[in-house]
C-alpha cells in the first residue's frame, strides 16, 4: 500500500472567478442584488428563455422518430449549415463559394480552447496575443495558460465613437496577426441578427482568413448546454477541408461528440421560418427591455442630481454595459449597499427591473456622493477581436 | 488584402477511425450489415434506450420550474454525488471519509483529456503510458497526441481464466504507476452494478489514489450528450481539494461548463428509487438478450460445424466481445459478405438479431473454410486500466 500522496505536490489553486458571485451567496443582507450574472435575465429575476425554446424542447421530446445517437465529431451537420447562414446571410459569397465551415464545439470556451489548440500545433512559433476588446479578463486566461503573451489593443474612433473597422482592418494587416472574433450573442445587441455581425462580413468582403467563436446559448436562452461552434473561413475550400480535417482530430481527444440537445433546438428554430419569426420576435423584446432599463437608470441618476454624466449608459448596446464608476465607488456599492459589481464596473443591465431599480440608482447616486471622484477610463469596443501574432 | 493562405502548410489530416462506418454506408448491397456500432443496439436495430430515460426526459421538459442556467464548472452537484455512490456504493469507506470526488466531464472522452492534461501539469517528466486492456487504439490516440509513449500490457491470469486483481495490483506497485481506470458501461458487462466496478473497491480498499474515467451515456442510452465524470480518489480529503481545484481551473479553460441534459435525467433516475428499480430492470433484460445472441451464434455455428471452438463467445461479457477470427476470415466477411466487422474481430453482439444472425453466422462459417487458419491471439482483458509512471 502506498503510503505517500501522489497529489502531495498539488496546492489548492488560487480562484479568480466566481468569487464575487460566492460572496453574494454568503451574504445574508435580504436586500443584497448580484448584477454580474452572465445570463440575460427576465423583468421577474430568472434566466431569460426564448418561448419559442421551451415549446420547440417539449416538441422534441415527444417524438418517438428522434434517435439519441452519439454526434459526428464535426457536430449537427443541420445546426452547423444553420449556424453558419445565420452569422454570414444565406447568400454570403463565402458560403458559396464553399470556403466557410465550422466545428460544432461544447460552448465558447470549447470553440476557443479547440482554436487556440489548432493555431499551437501549426504555427508553433505564434506566442503572441492581441485582445482587441474589454474582455481581457475571461479570454486572456486560456491564452496565458497555452503559454501566450496577451497584450491589450484598442481600435476606438473617438470622433465616430465606435470601433472603427478600417482602423481593426490595418491594425492586422501591419502587424500580421491571425484574427480570431468572438460573436458571444448575436442578436441580443441591437436585435439586428445582420447588424450584430457587420464586422464578420467586412472582413469575409476584404478576403482575409479568419476564426470565429460563435455561441448560441445565450440568444437562445440554453445556457446549460453549451451550444457553440468554431467558424473557419479560408481562402478557398481545400483549405477549408484541410483545417476541417485537422480540427476534427484535435476535437476527436477533447470530446469526441459534442452535445446534441442544445443544437437539436436551435436548428429546428433556424429552420422552421415560423419558429425562426417568433424567436426574432423574442429578441426584440429583449433588446428593447434592456434599452428601457438603460434609459430608466440614466433619468433616475440626473432626477437625483448625481454628479457625472450618464449618457454613456444608453449609449451601449447588448445586455452588460459600463455603469462608468471607478474601483472606489464600485467597493462602496458592494460593501455598504450589498449591490454586487464586477471590479471593471460592468454590470448585466437585464439584472435591473421594477424592484430593485430605486435602490440600485439611489446606492450608485450615494457612492458617486460619498467617494473621491477620480478619472475614470471607461473602455469602449463592445466586440472582442481576439488577434494572434503568426 | 492577404495573398497567402495562412493555412498553406495544414495537409489533410489523415483519418484513422469512423473509415469502416463510411464504407459500410457506401456500400449498395442490400443486406449489408453493420456490427462495430458503439452504442447498444435494440432487435429492431435501433440504439438502445432505457424506457425510464424516455419518461423522465419527457417529465422534464413538461416542468416549468426548471432553470437552464450555466452548470457550475465542476458541474452538477447532485450528479457528482448520485454518480460516485453508484460507483463506489453508496456505504464505500472511501466516500465517507470524503476523499472520492469527482468532476462533470463531457463524456469519457472529456474525462481522459482532463485526467491527462492535470498529470502533464503536475508530473511534468511523466511520458510513459501501460494500457492493461484490448483498447489500444482509442485510449492510445489521446496519450499519443500529447506526447506519451503508449505500451501494452496483459495481467490475464490462464488459470481462473479472468484479470487477475492482485498480478494488477503488483504490476502498479512494483512500476510505480498511477493507475487511470476506464468503466464507460457500468451495468452492461454482468448486469450486476457493483460486480462490473469491483476493481476499484479492491484498489480503494488497498488504500491506492487514482483516476477514473466513468460514463454514463452507453448504460442510460442518452449517447448524444456526453455524460461523463473524471472521478479522483485521494489519500485524504485535503489532497482531493488540491487536486479538484487544480482540475477546475483546467476545466474552465476546455469548456467552462459541461453540458446539463443528460446528467439532469439522470440524476432523476438515480435518486429516485422506482425509477431507479425501473433503470436496473432495462439493464437485466439487455444483458441477458445479449447472452442469448451469444448463445444462438455459438450453437448456429457449432451446427454448421464449422472449425474451431466458440465456447470464448459466451464466455465474455459486455455489449462488444471478440469472434475470434484472424485478419483474412475478417476481410472475407467484410469484402466478400458485406459484414462489417474492425480488424481486431471485436463486434457489438447486440448488433445482431434474428433477421441477421442466420446471414452473419453462416458468413462466419464460409470464412473460416475458406481462408486458411492462423494461430490466432485473442484480447483477454474486458476492463481497461491505463497505468502512467509518474
Known amino acids: 500500500m502506498p503510503t505517500l500522496s501522489v497529489f502531495m505536490d498539488v496546492p489548492l489553486a488560487h480562484k479568480l472567478e466566481g468569487s464575487l458571485l460566492k460572496t453574494y451567496k454568503q451574504d445574508d443582507y435580504p436586500n443584497k442584488i448580484f448584477l454580474a450574472y452572465r445570463v440575460c435575465m427576465t423583468n421577474e429575476g430568472h434566466p431569460w428563455v426564448s418561448l419559442v425554446v421551451q415549446k420547440t424542447r417539449l416538441q422534441i421530446s415527444q417524438d418517438p422518430s428522434l434517435n439519441y445517437e452519439y ?62 476588446s474589454s474582455q481581457k479578463e475571461l479570454h486572456g486566461l486560456v491564452f496565458q495558460d497555452m503559454g501566450f503573451t496577451v497584450y491589450e489593443y484598442s481600435v476606438w474612433d473617438p470622433k465616430k465613437l465606435c470601433m472603427d473597422p478600417d482602423i481593426l482592418l490595418n491594425v492586422v494587416e501591419s502587424k500580421q496577426i491571425f484574427p480570431f472574433f468572438d460573436i458571444p450573442c448575436q442578436g441580443l445587441y441591437t436585435s439586428d441578427l445582420e447588424e450584430d455581425t457587420r464586422i464578420l462580413q467586412y472582413f469575409v468582403s476584404q478576403g482575409f482568413e479568419f476564426f470565429c467563436s460563435q455561441s448560441l446559448s445565450k440568444n437562445f436562452g440554453i445556457y446549460d448546454e453549451g451550444v457553440g461552434m468554431l467558424v473557419v473561413v479560408a481562402v478557398n475550400n481545400q483549405q477549408l477541408l ?8 484535435l476535437a476527436q481527444a477533447l470530446w469526441l461528440n459534442p452535445p446534441n440537445t442544445g443544437a437539436r433546438v436551435i436548428t429546428s428554430i433556424l429552420c422552421n421560418p415560423a419558429l425562426l419569426g417568433e424567436w426574432k420576435q423574442s429578441l426584440k423584446e429583449v433588446v428593447e427591455n434592456i434599452m428601457l432599463t438603460k434609459e430608466k437608470v440614466k433619468e433616475k441618476l440626473q432626477l437625483l442630481g448625481t454628479p457625472g454624466s450618464w449618457g454613456h449608459i444608453t449609449e451601449q448596446s447588448g445586455t452588460h454595459g459600463y455603469l462608468g464608476l471607478n474601483s472606489q465607488q464600485v467597493e462602496y456599492l458592494v460593501r455598504k449597499k450589498h449591490i454586487y459589481i464586477p471590479k471593471n464596473g460592468q454590470i448585466n443591465f437585464s439584472c435591473i427591473n421594477a424592484n430593485n431599480i430605486n435602490y440600485i440608482t439611489e446606492g450608485i447616486n450615494e457612492a458617486v456622493l460619498l467617494t473621491e471622484s477620480s478619472e475614470m477610463c471607461l473602455p469602449k469596443e463592445k466586440k472582442t477581436l481576439i488577434g494572434i501574432k503568426l
Open 242 to 249: 484541410c483545417v476541417l480535417s485537422q480540427l476534427e482530430g
Open 71 to 132: 454526434l459526428p465529431t464535426m457536430g449537427l451537420k443541420s445546426f452547423i449549415q444553420a449556424s453558419l447562414a445565420l452569422l454570414f446571410g444565406k447568400h454570403s459569397q463565402a458560403i458559396v463559394e464553399n470556403r466557410v465551415g465550422g466545428v460544432h464545439t461544447v460552448g465558447d470556451s470549447g470553440a476557443f480552447q479547440l482554436g487556440v489548440q489548432f493555431l499551437r500545433a501549426w504555427h508553433k512559433d505564434a506566442r503572441i496575443v492581441y485582445i482587441i
